[in-house]
């Protein structure tokens, strides 16, 4: 029976981006056999890590703010198991912090209403300005939609709430910040 619910929040960051969400999920079970918690195992014919995760990301995708939840069956004081998962989670995937919430709370992707992106765009040429960029931008929002395939089913992308809430500022010569909402 799972009595405590620690919830982790973990950056993810350098070559570990490129791994796969089921990949990201084993190395931090991993990192919490490591780091020797009491975590609950699920009943059933093939019993497991009783653990939650956020929203998958895109492989190749950076995130300062990813979330993953562990029941456990013993009470350790958070900043223990902070320490603890610290110690044994890989550098990439680095703990930030971890609290308990309630057992009964909302599952992450339930909890998680909504993500910013922020998006580094290098034009590799010093002349284009942000103007020229928000010009773009705009031409863009303007198609209405873009259709793409995942797998074999056509969807589209509706680029005016896609683009409605960005934010575009200069980062240096040719090198803009786009903030998605």
Known sequence: MADFRLRVTYAMSGRLVMLSH???????????????LPYAVSQG??????????SALPVGTASDCEWYDVFL??????SEAFERLKAASPVDLAPIKAGYV??????LTAFITCAEYAVNLWTGDAS??????REALEAIRAQGTIAYLRGKKEKS??????????TLAQAGEGHFLLTLD
């Open 22 to 36: 089921l990949e990201v999920a084993r190395a931090l079970e991993r990192a919490v056999r490591r780091a020797d």
């Open 45 to 54: 014919f093939s019993p497991h890590m009783r653990a939650g995760f956020s």
């Open 102 to 107: 309630d057992v009964r709370a909302a599952a």
């Open 73 to 78: 069956t013993e009470l350790v004081p958070p």
């Open 128 to 133: 284009v300005t942000e103007s020229m960029v």
């Open 157 to 166: 992308l509706d680029l005016t709430r896609t683009l409605a809430g960005y």
